[in-house]
């Protein structure tokens, strides 16, 4: 039984309710940027979600159109903090700024990224910019960025429908980024973290084997 079908397993096994991580919505406040944000879990490796553009709201990862993945990382051991931001390309870096400073501060061992589609390309242009091995892993869902990821101490996963249209960057970025590096390019168009969980059902337990690494 390969890693990520344990974890799937024992993601199943758990039958405890997903309101037992506390869903929370708050401000983060560092210095002075003041940002919104839901968390969820108590973990010491914290990710940090970033929903795209077109309507998503902060709460995007923690429904149907996430797939709840928020959840499901909440019940796997990890700390989600999930940040409200424009949307807008070039934006977000003082959100997510503000997200990692709040998540040193709480004592996080590890911090990741996980964007979808705008997010995504938030997620790699904020990593970009920090030193290498500043985060454990990058996760990109369904994004639209195309540059590729050189850092070698931070592990990179690219996630997309190959018949999305939003998403047809993806195997340039995969191409141009170093090791470690994973890649699930799926069969589908939707452009929804859903549709990529309804290509591979066992898409959110094959991120959490790659974290837990």
Same mark, same amino acid.
């Given at each position: ?18 309101? *037992? ?9 560092? /210095? ?13 490796? $914290?990710?940090?979600?970033?929903? =795209?553009? =077109? ?7 923690? =429904?149907?159109? /996430? *797939?709840?993945? *928020?959840? /499901? ?6 700390? $989600? ?18 997200? $990692?400073?709040? *998540? ?8 990741? +990224? ?7 390309? +938030? ?12 985060? &454990?892993?990058?996760? #990109? ?28 960057? #993806? ?21 929804? $973290? ?11 337990? &094959? ?7």
């Amino acid at each position: 039984m390969t890693g990520a079908k344990r974890i799937a397993g024992a993601l199943a096994a758990l039958m405890v309710p997903f309101a *037992a991580w506390g869903q929370v919505d708050s401000e983060i406040k560092v /210095g002075d940027t003041v940002v919104s944000a839901t968390s969820m879990g108590s973990g010491e490796h $914290v990710v940090i979600a970033l929903h =795209g553009a =077109g309507g998503n709201t902060k709460s995007f990862f923690f =429904g149907d159109n /996430g *797939a709840q993945f *928020a959840q /499901g990382l909440a019940q796997a051991g990890f700390r $989600v903090i999930a940040v409200t931001w424009s949307g807008q390309a070039g934006g977000g870096f003082a959100e997510v700024d503000a997200a $990692v400073g709040h *998540a040193r501060a709480i004592g996080a061992k590890k911090i990741s +990224l996980m964007g979808h589609s705008r997010g995504g390309e +938030l997620a790699a242009n904020y990593a970009r910019k920090q030193p290498d091995g500043t985060f &454990d892993t990058v996760v #990109q869902l369904s994004s639209v960025d195309d540059q590729g990821l050189a850092q070698t101490r931070t592990k990179k996963v690219f996630a997309f429908n190959k018949y999305d249209r939003w998403a047809n960057w #993806q195997p340039a970025a995969f191409d141009k980024s170093a090791e470690p590096r994973q890649l699930f390019a799926l069969g589908g168009s939707g452009h929804p $973290v859903s549709a990529l969980v309804k290509e591979q059902p066992t898409l959110l337990a &094959d991120l959490v084997a790659i974290l837990k690494k």
